[in-house]
C-alpha cells in the first residue's frame, strides 16, 4: 500500500512538475499571440498582463499592408516557394545519396561517409564568407539560387536520418528482387522509397522549419524587398529612426508562424515514427 501510494505521489509531482514547466515554454508564445491585439502604444506599458485591456483588431489589418505597397501576401508568397521547392530538393538528393551509403559498394565509400559527416560540424560561419564570394561569382546575389540549389546536393542531416531508416530495412528484399531482374534504380523506387516514407517525411518537417524560419540566408544574399521572405520581412518593423509599430509586428509574427503549427499538427506522427525507427538497426 505504501509502495502505491509513493508511486501515485511521484506520477503526480511529475505531472506538476510538466506542466509548470510546459507553461514556462509557452508564456513566451502566448504573450506574444496576446500582444498582437494590443494597442501599439500599449504593449509595453502592459507587459505585465497577458490578456489585453482592450482588443484591438486593426492590427492584422495595418500589419497586413506591409511596407512601400508590397504586402505580406508577397513575403508569404516568397517564403513558400523558397520553402517549397528547398524542401522538395532537400529530400528527394539526401534518398538518393542515403540509398547510396546504405546499398551500393564503391570506392572511397567511407572516405566520403566520414567527410560528410564532418560537414555537419562546421559552424556556418565558417563556410558563410566563401559561399557568399562563390556566390556572387556565379551572379547569384539577390535571386533564390543560393538558398535553393545547394539543398539539392543533399543535407548531411537528412542523409544520415534516411540512411539510419534504410539499414532497418533487410536486404533480403533486395537480393529478392534483383533475381526478378530489378536493378538498383528499380529497387530504389520499388522497395525503397515505399518503406522510407517515414523518415522522408521526418526530414520534410524539419527542411521545412528550419527554410520557413531562416533569416540569415535572406539577409545575407536577398537585397531587393519584394523578394523577401517572411523572416525577413518581420524586421522591417523594427526601425530605430521611426516609431515602431509592435503590434502590427507582433500580429504579423503570429500570422507567420500559423504553417509551422499546422504541419507540426498534421504530419506529427511522421516525426515521431521518423525518428524512432531510425534509432534501431535490423
Not at 489589418?61 to 501576401?73: C, V
Not at 526601425?239 to 515602431?244: G, K, L, M, R, S
Request: glycine share 6%.
Amino acid at each position: 500500500m505504501k509502495i502505491s501510494t509513493k508511486k501515485k505521489i511521484n506520477k503526480i509531482l511529475l505531472h506538476v512538475g510538466l506542466i509548470i514547466f510546459s507553461a514556462m515554454m509557452l508564456y513566451p508564445l502566448a504573450w506574444m499571440t496576446m500582444s498582437s491585439f494590443k494597442e501599439s502604444s500599449t504593449v509595453f506599458v502592459d507587459a505585465h498582463k497577458l490578456i489585453p485591456t482592450v482588443w484591438d483588431f486593426s492590427n492584422f489589418k495595418e500589419g497586413w499592408k506591409g511596407f512601400g505597397g508590397i504586402t505580406f501576401t508577397t513575403f508569404f508568397k516568397n517564403s513558400f516557394i523558397i520553402t517549397f521547392i528547398a524542401t522538395i530538393g532537400s529530400i528527394i538528393s539526401s534518398t538518393f545519396i542515403a540509398y547510396g551509403f546504405s546499398r551500393i559498394k564503391f570506392t572511397g565509400k567511407k572516405f566520403w561517409f566520414v567527410l560528410m559527416m564532418l560537414t555537419m560540424m562546421l559552424p556556418y560561419e565558417m563556410v558563410m564568407i566563401p559561399q557568399y564570394i562563390m556566390f556572387n561569382s556565379f551572379g547569384w546575389v539577390d535571386t533564390y539560387l543560393p538558398l535553393i540549389l545547394p539543398t539539392f546536393f543533399g543535407v548531411p542531416f537528412f542523409i544520415f536520418l534516411i540512411m539510419q531508416f534504410i539499414r532497418t530495412i533487410p536486404t533480403e528484399l533486395d537480393q529478392a528482387a534483383r533475381i526478378d531482374g530489378c536493378n538498383s534504380i528499380s529497387i530504389f523506387f520499388r522497395i525503397i522509397v515505399p518503406l522510407v516514407v517515414p523518415a522522408m517525411m521526418t526530414a520534410a518537417i524539419f527542411s521545412f522549419y528550419w527554410r520557413w524560419d531562416d533569416f540569415m540566408g535572406p539577409l545575407l544574399y536577398l537585397s531587393t524587398p519584394d523578394k523577401y521572405p517572411i523572416s525577413l520581412a518581420l524586421k522591417l518593423f523594427s526601425d530605430p529612426n521611426a516609431v515602431t509599430n509592435w503590434g502590427a509586428m507582433f500580429a504579423m509574427t503570429t500570422v507567420s508562424i500559423l504553417p509551422v503549427f499546422i504541419i507540426f499538427f498534421i504530419f506529427q506522427r511522421y516525426i515521431v515514427e521518423g525518428i524512432s525507427t531510425s534509432g534501431l538497426k535490423s
